[in-house]
Protein backbone atom coordinates (compact mmCIF):
# COMPACT_ATOMS: atom_id res chain seq x y z
CA UNK A 1 0.00 0.00 0.00
CA UNK A 2 2.94 2.12 0.66
CA UNK A 3 4.67 1.97 -2.37
CA UNK A 4 1.10 2.46 -4.26
CA UNK A 5 0.65 6.37 -2.53
CA UNK A 6 4.50 6.94 -3.29
CA UNK A 7 3.82 6.22 -6.79
CA UNK A 8 0.06 8.02 -6.98
CA UNK A 9 2.58 10.69 -4.94
CA UNK A 10 5.38 11.15 -7.52
CA UNK A 11 2.60 11.00 -10.61
CA UNK A 12 1.18 14.23 -8.81
CA UNK A 13 4.56 16.00 -8.95
CA UNK A 14 5.53 14.71 -12.03
CA UNK A 15 2.08 16.17 -13.59
CA UNK A 16 2.10 19.14 -11.53
CA UNK A 17 5.89 20.13 -12.75
CA UNK A 18 4.64 19.46 -16.17
CA UNK A 19 1.29 21.60 -16.19
CA UNK A 20 3.68 24.34 -14.03
CA UNK A 21 6.22 24.04 -16.97
CA UNK A 22 3.86 24.95 -19.50
CA UNK A 23 2.10 27.29 -18.09
CA UNK A 24 5.30 29.50 -17.43
CA UNK A 25 6.33 28.30 -21.48
CA UNK A 26 2.97 29.97 -22.70
CA UNK A 27 3.31 33.07 -20.32
CA UNK A 28 6.87 33.46 -21.69
CA UNK A 29 5.73 33.53 -25.17
CA UNK A 30 2.74 35.75 -24.82
CA UNK A 31 5.15 37.86 -23.16
CA UNK A 32 7.62 38.25 -25.41
CA UNK A 33 4.93 38.59 -27.94
CA UNK A 34 3.75 41.48 -26.44
CA UNK A 35 7.40 43.18 -26.02
CA UNK A 36 8.18 42.67 -29.59
CA UNK A 37 5.18 43.90 -31.27
CA UNK A 38 5.68 46.83 -34.03
CA UNK A 39 3.74 49.95 -33.04
CA UNK A 40 1.19 50.99 -35.59
CA UNK A 41 2.37 54.13 -37.14
CA UNK A 42 -0.13 57.00 -37.35
CA UNK A 43 -1.14 57.43 -41.30
CA UNK A 44 -3.07 60.73 -40.38
CA UNK A 45 -1.78 63.50 -38.43
CA UNK A 46 -2.15 66.87 -37.63
CA UNK A 47 1.21 68.94 -37.17
CA UNK A 48 0.99 72.46 -37.20
CA UNK A 49 2.68 75.35 -34.75
CA UNK A 50 6.49 74.89 -33.52
CA UNK A 51 7.11 71.70 -31.45
CA UNK A 52 3.83 69.53 -32.46
CA UNK A 53 5.07 65.91 -32.56
CA UNK A 54 2.13 63.22 -33.22
CA UNK A 55 3.23 60.66 -30.33
CA UNK A 56 1.13 57.42 -28.59
CA UNK A 57 -0.02 59.65 -25.54
CA UNK A 58 -1.50 62.63 -27.77
CA UNK A 59 -2.37 60.71 -30.85
CA UNK A 60 -6.23 60.56 -29.75
CA UNK A 61 -6.29 64.25 -29.11
CA UNK A 62 -5.04 64.78 -32.74
CA UNK A 63 -7.09 62.42 -34.54
CA UNK A 64 -10.27 64.05 -32.71
CA UNK A 65 -9.75 67.43 -34.54
CA UNK A 66 -8.94 65.58 -37.74
CA UNK A 67 -12.10 67.10 -39.05
CA UNK A 68 -11.72 70.30 -38.36
CA UNK A 69 -10.82 72.43 -40.87
CA UNK A 70 -6.87 73.45 -40.16
CA UNK A 71 -5.79 77.00 -39.80
CA UNK A 72 -3.65 78.80 -41.67
CA UNK A 73 0.01 78.23 -41.95
CA UNK A 74 -0.63 74.90 -40.52
CA UNK A 75 -1.15 71.41 -42.57
CA UNK A 76 -2.73 68.36 -42.29
CA UNK A 77 -0.83 65.59 -43.75
CA UNK A 78 -2.20 62.22 -45.24
CA UNK A 79 0.48 60.18 -46.68
CA UNK A 80 2.55 57.11 -45.69
CA UNK A 81 5.96 56.60 -45.21
CA UNK A 82 7.27 53.84 -46.40
CA UNK A 83 7.91 53.98 -50.25
CA UNK A 84 8.90 51.71 -52.59
CA UNK A 85 10.52 52.15 -55.92
CA UNK A 86 11.75 49.18 -58.29
CA UNK A 87 14.31 51.94 -60.02
CA UNK A 88 14.34 55.53 -58.58
CA UNK A 89 12.95 56.60 -62.31
CA UNK A 90 10.20 54.00 -62.72
CA UNK A 91 7.13 55.39 -60.45
CA UNK A 92 6.21 53.99 -57.06
CA UNK A 93 3.35 52.12 -56.71
CA UNK A 94 2.98 52.46 -52.86
CA UNK A 95 3.66 56.26 -52.27
CA UNK A 96 0.98 58.50 -51.07
CA UNK A 97 0.63 61.92 -50.45
CA UNK A 98 -2.79 63.89 -49.96
CA UNK A 99 -3.36 67.57 -49.19
CA UNK A 100 -6.69 66.67 -46.85
CA UNK A 101 -9.44 68.81 -47.74
CA UNK A 102 -9.64 70.00 -44.38
CA UNK A 103 -6.30 72.74 -45.04
CA UNK A 104 -6.82 75.65 -46.72
CA UNK A 105 -3.67 75.90 -49.05
CA UNK A 106 -2.08 74.35 -52.45
CA UNK A 107 1.27 73.10 -51.22
CA UNK A 108 4.02 71.35 -52.54
CA UNK A 109 6.82 69.02 -51.44
CA UNK A 110 10.59 68.47 -51.66
CA UNK A 111 12.24 65.31 -50.87
CA UNK A 112 15.78 65.32 -50.14
CA UNK A 113 18.04 62.46 -48.63
CA UNK A 114 18.24 62.86 -44.79
CA UNK A 115 22.61 62.45 -44.47
CA UNK A 116 23.51 64.86 -47.27
CA UNK A 117 20.02 67.12 -47.78
CA UNK A 118 20.41 66.73 -51.81
CA UNK A 119 16.70 67.26 -53.05
CA UNK A 120 15.96 63.97 -54.90
CA UNK A 121 12.75 65.26 -55.84
CA UNK A 122 10.15 68.12 -56.56
CA UNK A 123 6.34 67.75 -55.82
CA UNK A 124 4.03 69.77 -58.67
CA UNK A 125 1.49 72.34 -56.79
CA UNK A 126 -1.05 69.46 -54.90
CA UNK A 127 -4.26 71.54 -54.59
CA UNK A 128 -6.83 71.11 -51.60
CA UNK A 129 -8.88 67.93 -51.70
CA UNK A 130 -5.96 66.12 -54.40
CA UNK A 131 -3.56 63.52 -54.11
CA UNK A 132 -0.20 62.47 -55.99
CA UNK A 133 0.72 59.10 -56.55
CA UNK A 134 2.77 57.29 -59.09
CA UNK A 135 5.27 59.24 -59.09
CA UNK A 136 9.53 58.80 -60.00
CA UNK A 137 12.00 60.12 -58.23
CA UNK A 138 14.03 63.01 -59.70
CA UNK A 139 17.36 61.90 -59.27
CA UNK A 140 19.02 58.50 -58.55
CA UNK A 141 20.03 58.09 -54.24
CA UNK A 142 21.09 54.48 -55.38
CA UNK A 143 19.86 51.31 -54.65
CA UNK A 144 19.00 50.76 -51.09
CA UNK A 145 17.06 51.65 -47.92
CA UNK A 146 17.30 55.70 -47.35
CA UNK A 147 16.01 58.45 -44.69
CA UNK A 148 14.68 60.97 -46.56
CA UNK A 149 12.76 64.20 -45.57
CA UNK A 150 9.77 65.66 -47.00
CA UNK A 151 8.91 69.16 -46.56
CA UNK A 152 5.64 70.35 -46.88
CA UNK A 153 5.54 74.05 -48.88
CA UNK A 154 2.08 76.03 -48.09
CA UNK A 155 1.71 78.62 -50.50
CA UNK A 156 -0.57 81.52 -50.68
CA UNK A 157 -3.01 82.52 -53.40
CA UNK A 158 0.23 84.20 -55.18
CA UNK A 159 2.60 81.13 -55.06
CA UNK A 160 4.80 82.21 -52.28
CA UNK A 161 5.59 80.26 -49.17
CA UNK A 162 3.63 80.75 -46.01
CA UNK A 163 5.46 77.98 -43.94
CA UNK A 164 6.10 74.18 -43.91
CA UNK A 165 6.09 71.26 -41.97
CA UNK A 166 8.76 68.25 -42.74
CA UNK A 167 7.90 64.63 -42.41
CA UNK A 168 10.47 61.90 -41.98
CA UNK A 169 10.28 58.83 -44.99
CA UNK A 170 11.90 55.91 -45.29
CA UNK A 171 12.81 55.16 -49.76
CA UNK A 172 13.22 51.66 -50.33
CA UNK A 173 15.08 51.49 -54.04
CA UNK A 174 14.77 48.10 -55.42
CA UNK A 175 17.53 48.50 -58.08
Do not use: C
Request: proline letters at 5%; a negative charge.
Amino acid sequence: MEAETKGSINKFVVIAVVLALVVITVLIIVIVRLLNAPEPAPTETRIGGVGTVATIENIESIRSKLNEPVADGYYETRMNVEWTFETWDTPSENAYVANSENNTRTVYFTLSLEETNEIIYTSPDIPVGSQLTNFALDRNPGAGEHSAIATYRLLDDDGNELSNVSVSVTLHILS
